[in-house]
């Protein structure tokens, strides 16, 4: 049984390139959420989908930023012109349930480091 | 919106030693969750509190969760170096979002 991954593990990008972060949920598994961790930092919420919807998206910073799962597995979060300030750790975590409080099994996460 | 506070900071501790984290919110929590952050790694699910005054023990960790919902502790007796890492707390909603505290990190001498 895989658990949540995501790749690429690291992401060095050039201010203003675009850059996209994928995450495989646990198979099956029905929510699954985004989050940003500054270095030293508690795991900030940026999105949160139940299959394909995107059910919450009131923590993501700015319009540079969008995320999709357009079949309820796979997941991408694509951030657009990055900025310096973009630099962090991107994790992806996934739960079984619809809805309640569950267990989430976050990913490896994605350190993203712009020049 | 909603805030974790948690300390402390930091802690250093010799091993052997006992440890204590906090965390406290100025408004009712729905249910705390408590993760273990490893140096370099992700987040790792410990446990979950939802009732008031709830106890929860794991072999040297107990968690607690105060009568009102709005604080909670971690304990570890008798610390090892495998619990080295960065503890938080973190307030989950309805469908899981999670706001995480800004977490403690634990180093352990031995």
């Known amino acids: 049984g895989a658990g949540v991954s995501q790749s690429p593990r690291y992401k060095v990008a050039k201010r203003g390139q675009d850059v996209a972060l994928r995450c495989d949920p646990i198979?099956?598994?029905?929510?699954l959420f985004w989050y940003q961790q500054a270095l030293g930092q508690g795991p900030e919420f940026l999105t949160y989908?139940?299959?394909?919807?995107?059910?919450?998206k009131s923590g993501l910073p700015s319009d540079r930023f969008f995320a999709e799962r357009p079949e309820g597995s796979v997941s991408t979060l694509k951030i657009q012109r990055t900025q310096q300030e973009d630099s962090a750790v991107y994790l992806c975590?996934?739960?079984?349930?619809?809805?309640?409080?569950?267990?989430?099994?976050f990913g490896p996460g994605t350190r993203l480091t712009v020049l | 919106g909603q805030q974790v506070m948690q300390i402390p900071q930091y802690q250093h501790v010799q091993e052997g030693e006992d440890f204590t984290t906090y965390c406290n919110s100025s408004?009712?929590?729905?249910?705390i969750q408590w993760y273990k952050q490893r140096p370099g790694g992700h987040p790792v699910f410990l446990i979950q509190?939802?009732?008031?005054?709830e106890v929860k023990k794991q072999k040297r960790l107990t968690f607690q969760f105060g009568e009102a919902k709005k604080n909670s502790s971690l304990h570890i007796t008798a610390t090892q170096t495998t619990d080295v890492g960065t503890y938080f707390c973190a307030d989950g909603t309805s469908y899981g979002k999670l706001t995480f505290g800004q977490g403690t990190i634990l180093t352990v001498h031995p």
């Open positions: 509190l939802v009732k008031s005054g």
């Open positions: 975590a996934s739960s079984r349930r619809l809805a309640g409080a569950d267990t989430q099994y």
């Open positions: 198979s099956g598994h029905v929510s």
């Open positions: 408004t009712t929590l729905s249910n």
């Open positions: 989908f139940q299959n394909e919807a995107q059910l919450d």
